[in-house]
């Protein structure tokens, strides 16, 4: 015999983490988009470069690229070490890839940066964002979601 209780408590647990995930996809979205329109472009120097190793994933290794660049804005001194907007540097499995995405910075050298308007710690090198979290984070909630509309259409 199926207990009713449970499976409505299983349908409004994964509701709540389906409109989650929906949630945290659009605030990743939202906050990339704040980050690139505030951008105010300054210069920047390259500190340091490296590709870091990392096997703690399950299942493979991460190569994770970093650029530490330091700039001056309204007289005061950051460093930064993020690549892009928002959640900054992805990894890659592919010390290559890794390697080829930092290949343009040089040790010593000016480049563009983007500075956050209104949050100057926040800076980035590329303004290109990431879209491939927030669609995986959008695209299970919503898979959430329609399993629990169509199981109440169903059921």
Do not use: C, H, W
């Not at 890794?98 to 956050?116: H, L, P």
């Amino acid at each position: 015999m199926v207990n009713l209780d449970n499976l409505q408590n299983s349908a409004l647990i994964t509701t709540l983490v389906g409109v989650l995930l929906l949630g945290a996809s659009g605030y990743l979205v939202y906050s990339q988009q704040q980050s690139l329109s505030s951008g105010v472009q300054i210069e920047a120097t390259v500190e340091s470069k490296q590709v870091d190793r990392d096997s703690s994933r399950r299942g493979g290794i991460d190569f994770t690229p970093r650029v530490t660049y330091s700039y001056t804005y309204n007289g005061e001194q950051y460093t930064s070490q993020n690549i892009r907007p928002g959640l900054g540097t992805s990894s890659s499995n592919s010390r290559s890839d890794a390697e080829d995405r930092i290949s343009q910075y040089e040790v010593g050298e000016t480049t563009t940066a983007y500075v956050v308007e209104g949050s100057p710690s926040k800076s980035y090198l590329k303004k290109k964002t990431s879209i491939i979290l927030p669609l995986m984070l959008g695209g299970f909630g919503a898979l959430l979601l329609g399993r629990n509309a169509y199981r109440s259409l169903v059921g």
